[in-house]
């Protein structure tokens, strides 16, 4: 009998991403894409600039949802604590779906616009607790003091 990874209703951490994700905001950036080259003259720098920037955002979408399918396989086994390309597998998630939300922001005024569309700035729990730990709160090496 096969597991089966269920995508969660908010996103809090990159861990929580599913290919699910990726496919509403891919349709949503190939739009916007769509209407800023239709935008540029034809045969214009312009134009190929916004051509090039669709491909590029298409790739994207395209290798982060290839990434959240080997993803969704070392979770199912139960390797996703495993060092090397596991880990780099779980950093590519988070880095690549910030890039495409990034994107998507710069159409946050239309209405088919997601706020689930937004960076999630950690992995998991371990890390934010992790990143926590680094605040000047937690004093580190030089107290309350600045770096000497």
């Given at each position: 009998?096969?597991?089966?990874?269920?995508?969660?209703?908010?996103?809090?951490?990159?861990?929580?991403?599913?290919?699910?994700?990726?496919?509403?905001?891919?349709?949503?950036?190939?739009?916007?894409?769509?209407?800023?080259?239709?935008?540029?003259?034809?045969?214009?720098?312009?134009?190929?600039?916004?051509?090039?920037?669709?491909?590029?955002?298409?790739?994207d979408c395209v290798f982060l949802s290839d990434v959240l399918v080997a993803w969704e396989?070392?979770?199912?086994?139960?390797?996703?604590?495993?060092?090397?390309?596991?880990?780099?597998?779980?950093?590519?998630?988070?880095l690549w779906w910030e890039r495409l939300c990034a994107t998507a922001a710069r159409f946050?005024?239309?209405?088919?616009?997601?706020?689930?569309w937004r960076p999630l700035p950690f992995m998991n729990l371990a890390h934010a607790e992790?990143?926590?730990?680094?605040?000047?709160?937690?004093?580190?090496?030089?107290?309350?003091?600045?770096?000497?």
């Amino acid at each position: 009998m096969a597991r089966e990874r269920r995508q969660v209703e908010l996103l809090e951490f990159s861990d929580d991403l599913h290919t699910d994700d990726v496919t509403p905001l891919q349709a949503f950036l190939a739009a916007r894409m769509r209407e800023l080259v239709a935008a540029q003259p034809e045969g214009s720098s312009a134009r190929f600039a916004a051509e090039r920037l669709a491909q590029v955002t298409a790739c994207d979408c395209v290798f982060l949802s290839d990434v959240l399918v080997a993803w969704e396989e070392v979770v199912l086994e139960g390797r996703n604590d495993e060092p090397g390309w596991t880990q780099r597998m779980r950093q590519d998630a988070m880095l690549w779906w910030e890039r495409l939300c990034a994107t998507a922001a710069r159409f946050r005024d239309h209405p088919d616009h997601s706020p689930r569309w937004r960076p999630l700035p950690f992995m998991n729990l371990a890390h934010a607790e992790f990143m926590a730990g680094l605040t000047d709160r937690a004093g580190g090496v030089y107290g309350d003091g600045a770096h000497p």
